[in-house]
């Protein structure tokens, strides 16, 4: 990987300016305000990772693949258990994508009849149609449940109190969001966790409650490792908030919640060759036979061990730290608007990376077509209530965020 010139150290001052260089395809004449939690823009150390293998799958693509693809896909769940605080490899499958990890997980489930899925009427589109579908496919039920009354007010007691409270006998799984797509809000996965972990002290194996959790908007700027989070499987992509290859994500589970699901993809791990030999498929599950197989962008999947050592060179706590500075910028603005309503909690511990609001007397669509006529990148929450977003991350400058706020103070009738 190409060297920086960035802070390998956690809480010391980061040249942000550095940061944003890194980024030297990123168009600027623009404020990027809705790349980061969309698709990410690649700095250069992880675009000269993509080139390099993609150079070399080019000069010899069977060779480098057979050489090296088992290689390739351990190096990359080395560094997700290094940036996840995970002692076992093992437990992390490779995805393409959040969506793909959601599919694979609800689909792999062992759910039954009689059974339920219990989530949020809030979760995205993704989780809630994998969910239906699980539904559909094995008799079992889903019920969606009223997270928080009013977001100007909701609490982390609230949250977890409506949530924990809907739990039934039959309730087999609870899939919930860290940060949501639609409003930035944060969900407290730690206490949702630890309030499941009492439930499950007085259920068999079988029947224990599994917390599955949409992590796209936190990964990348929160702070807490898989075991502080307490969940059982963690999904992401990692083309959004860490800035990795496009078209890149992976599960993060319990070695106990792997015995839970079954692989609905074959994967192309050592557990190919095992079943070729004449083999059966091997009792114990983990992340290996849980990655999809097939020919992936090897070359990006290749190059995600780069990513991460690319963002722990700034520091995860120095990104989450910035994130935040810039998110309570922006926020404090809009808020000061009379014609603007903020729809994200101020509080760093319910909100994360995802500012939404709304101008009064303007559609939603028009205010992110007005704004980006105005050079300012917004997008529009794709839900039943939607909102316009900013979302300023890494490479925004307070110089952006001052322009962005002046552009949509213009948008006062």
Same mark, same amino acid.
């Given at each position: 990987?190409?060297?920086?010139?960035? !802070?390998?150290?956690?809480?010391?001052?980061?040249?942000?300016?550095?940061?944003?260089?890194?980024?030297?395809?990123?168009?600027?004449?623009?404020?990027?305000?809705?790349?980061?939690?969309?698709?990410?823009?690649?700095?250069?150390?992880?675009?000269?990772?993509?080139?390099?293998?993609?150079?070399?799958?080019?000069?010899?693509?069977? %060779?480098? #693949?057979?050489?090296?693809?088992?290689?390739?896909?351990?190096?990359?769940?080395?560094? /997700?258990?290094?940036?996840?605080?995970?002692?076992?490899?093992? !437990? &992390?499958?490779?995805?393409?994508?959040?969506?793909?990890?959601?599919?694979?997980?609800?689909?792999?489930?062992?759910?039954?009849?009689?059974?339920?899925?219990?989530?949020?009427?809030?979760?995205?589109?993704?989780?809630?149609?994998?969910?239906?579908?699980?539904?559909?496919?094995?008799?079992?039920?889903?019920?969606?449940?009223?997270?928080?009354?009013?977001?100007?007010?909701?609490?982390?007691?609230?949250?977890?109190?409506?949530?924990?409270?809907?739990?039934?006998?039959?309730?087999?799984?609870?899939?919930?969001?860290?940060?949501?797509?639609?409003?930035?809000?944060?969900?407290? $996965?730690?206490? $949702?966790?630890?309030? %499941?972990?009492? #439930?499950?002290?007085?259920?068999?194996?079988?029947?224990?409650?599994?917390?599955?959790?949409?992590?796209?908007?936190?990964? +990348?700027?929160?702070?807490?490792?898989? !075991?502080?989070?307490?969940?059982?499987?963690? &999904?992401?992509?990692?083309?959004?908030?860490?800035?990795?290859?496009? +078209?890149?994500?992976?599960? @993060?589970?319990?070695?106990?919640?792997?015995?839970?699901?079954?692989? /609905?993809?074959?994967?192309?791990?050592? /557990?190919?060759?095992?079943?070729?030999?004449?083999?059966?498929?091997?009792?114990?599950?983990?992340?290996?036979?849980?990655?999809?197989?097939?020919?992936?962008?090897?070359?990006?999947?290749?190059?995600?061990?780069?990513?991460?050592?690319?963002?722990?060179?700034?520091?995860?706590?120095? $990104?989450?730290?910035?994130?935040?500075?810039?998110?309570?910028?922006?926020?404090?603005?809009? @808020?000061?608007?009379?014609?603007?309503?903020?729809?994200?909690?101020?509080?760093?511990? %319910?909100?994360?990376? #995802? &500012?939404?609001?709304?101008? !009064?007397?303007?559609?939603?669509?028009?205010?992110?077509?007005?704004?980006?006529?105005?050079?300012?990148?917004?997008?529009?929450?794709?839900?039943?209530?939607?909102?316009?977003?900013?979302?300023?991350?890494?490479?925004?400058?307070?110089?952006?965020?001052?322009?962005?706020?002046?552009?949509?103070?213009?948008?006062?009738?």
């Amino acid at each position: 990987m190409a060297t920086t010139t960035l !802070d390998r150290t956690t809480q010391t001052a980061v040249d942000w300016n550095a940061v944003r260089a890194q980024f030297d395809r990123l168009d600027t004449s623009i404020i990027q305000l809705g790349t980061s939690q969309f698709f990410a823009s690649h700095p250069r150390p992880v675009r000269e990772a993509i080139e390099k293998h993609q150079r070399e799958l080019d000069a010899s693509p069977a %060779l480098y #693949i057979l050489d090296h693809e088992q290689e390739y896909a351990q190096n990359a769940r080395k560094a /997700v258990a290094r940036y996840m605080g995970m002692d076992k490899q093992d !437990d &992390i499958a490779l995805t393409d994508s959040t969506t793909m990890g959601l599919g694979t997980i609800y689909t792999g489930l062992n759910i039954q009849k009689g059974q339920e899925i219990l989530t949020s009427e809030q979760n995205y589109y993704c989780q809630q149609e994998a969910i239906k579908r699980a539904s559909e496919r094995t008799g079992a039920t889903f019920r969606e449940v009223k997270y928080y009354d009013n977001i100007h007010e909701v609490t982390i007691d609230e949250m977890v109190h409506n949530l924990i409270k809907e739990v039934r006998d039959n309730t087999r799984v609870i899939g919930t969001t860290w940060v949501h797509s639609s409003t930035g809000l944060k969900s407290p $996965i730690p206490q $949702i966790a630890r309030e %499941l972990a009492k #439930i499950n002290k007085h259920r068999d194996e079988e029947n224990k409650v599994l917390l599955v959790v949409d992590a796209v908007h936190g990964f +990348g700027i929160e702070l807490e490792t898989f !075991d502080e989070l307490g969940c059982d499987f963690f &999904i992401t992509g990692t083309h959004k908030w860490l800035y990795g290859p496009r +078209g890149t994500g992976f599960v @993060a589970a319990k070695t106990s919640a792997w015995q839970h699901v079954k692989p /609905v993809i074959p994967s192309f791990s050592e /557990v190919m060759y095992h079943i070729i030999k004449g083999n059966q498929q091997p009792e114990h599950v983990n992340g290996h036979h849980m990655s999809p197989g097939g020919f992936h962008t090897m070359e990006h999947h290749f190059a995600l061990p780069d990513a991460f050592e690319w963002v722990e060179s700034i520091g995860k706590q120095n $990104i989450y730290n910035r994130v935040h500075e810039l998110n309570r910028l922006t926020k404090e603005g809009l @808020a000061s608007m009379p014609h603007v309503t903020l729809y994200t909690p101020m509080d760093d511990e %319910l909100s994360a990376g #995802i &500012i939404s609001f709304r101008v !009064d007397g303007m559609s939603v669509q028009d205010t992110v077509k007005r704004l980006r006529e105005l050079k300012v990148v917004s997008t529009e929450a794709p839900y039943k209530e939607t909102y316009a977003r900013f979302t300023p991350g890494i490479y925004n400058t307070e110089e952006e965020i001052a322009r962005a706020l002046d552009a949509v103070q213009s948008l006062k009738h």
